[in-house]
């Protein structure tokens, strides 16, 4: 889980600073998603398909 916090706080730096305003709502949405796009080999090969 502390991976996924952290790739999602590099991914967009704006939650960093909503979390520590004490909204947790978008920092938890990006962690679900970082930790199902890391369970799915198709949505983390997408990441890497350049144009």
Do not use: C, N
């Given at each position: 889980m502390a991976r996924d916090l952290a790739s999602?706080?590099?991914c967009d730096p704006k939650?960093?600073?909503q979390?520590?305003?004490?909204d947790?709502?978008?920092?938890?949405r990006a962690m679900?998603?970082?930790q199902r796009v890391w369970l799915d080999p198709?949505?983390?090969a997408d990441r890497f398909?350049?144009?």
């Open positions: 999602a706080m590099q939650l960093m600073e979390a520590a305003s004490g947790t709502k978008g920092a938890a679900a998603e970082e198709d949505a983390r398909i350049v144009g």
